[in-house]
């Protein structure tokens, strides 16, 4: 019986989370059997599929990863953007972590054995996974250089990111000559499938792309929205700061931030319900209203790390 091992991304996955799965798990069937094991990898997800992954999958008749729930004793698993165990599949202490692909800081998984880990300051996990197919000389099909290209153009907003690198750059060419796809066109489509402002339901306005965060004495959410409409999307604040209340009120957060990102314009309008203090400080501002924020695009570089800096 084949050694099976789990890939799965963070909770509330965005689209690198579901696709770096995908591309991964790929890619590690096709070194298995380049050598021979027997071993079989699974992508799984932690929750519903962001609307440009959905559409992409389709396009690309991939299928969607199974939805799971949580992980126990005897199950072997693979990290894919995430490290901090916040973030990650419940049950993950009880079983294996086997390994680690990601581009954040080091969190606090911790495990009993020495494990691959690949983290490298790319603008996405994609972009690591991309990566591997090439050191390793394995082609990559068409239906997952889509994949993983998409991963790539929404976590660095087709490149506009600070986070985005030139090794992103690199491998973004590399995956156009597989797929023939201009990136920027691309890109701007997948952001179309994200849909009208106002049809979206609040919960996934605010918590389709949110990460808690350990800080001192307590935790964060802090929550990012995309957008290409930003008047439209500011229509629903009172709403988005409702939601955001009653996430304090049941999880316990010392504060929710939500970034509400204009990616034409590229900046964000911040949000923040709690207690704003620590976020006032790190960052100069009165966040008891909305307070635009000029460019600022990336969660990962520009928010969470001073604000988990200043702890």
Known sequence: MADKILIVGHKNPDNDAVSAAIGL????????????????????????????TEWNLAENGIPVPELIERVGEGDKVILVD???????????????????????????????????????????????????????????PVGIANVLLSAILTDTVILKSPTA????????????????????????????????EEDLAIETYVGADAKEFAVAGGTVLIAQH???????????????????????????????LLLVTDILNEGSNFI?????????????????????????????KQVAAPILAAQ
Not at 102 to 131: E, K
Not at 226 to 250: F, G, H, N, Q, W
Request: charged share 25%.
């Open 165 to 196: 690198t030139k090794v992103d750059e690199e491998v973004i060419a590399y995956l156009e000559g597989i797929t023939g796809k201009n990136h920027v066109e691309f890109g701007q489509e997948l952001f179309r499938c994200r849909g009208r």
């Open 25 to 52: 798990a790929y890619f590690e069937n096709e070194l298995a059997r380049r050598r021979g094991e027997d071993a079989e990898y699974q992508p799984v997800r932690l929750g519903s599929l962001p609307p440009e």
């Open 82 to 140: 995430h490290n901090e165990l916040s973030q990650a599949v419940d049950g993950l202490t009880e079983a294996e972590v086997v390994g680690i692909v990601d581009h954040h800081r080091i969190g606090d998984v911790t495990t009993s054995a020495p494990i691959y880990m690949s983290v490298f300051p790319w603008g996405s996990s994609a972009t690591v996974v991309a990566m591997f197919y090439r050191w390793h000389d394995i082609d990559m």
């Open 226 to 256: 995309e957008t290409v409409d930003l008047p439209a999307a500011m229509k629903r604040e009172d709403e988005a700061r409702a939601y955001m209340r009653s996430l304090i009120s049941e999880h316990g957060y010392d504060f929710v």
């Open 272 to 300: 923040v319900e709690g207690d704003h203090t620590l976020v006032d400080k790190v960052f100069s501002i009165d966040s008891s209203s909305a307070v635009w924020m000029p460019g600022v695009l990336s969660r990962k």
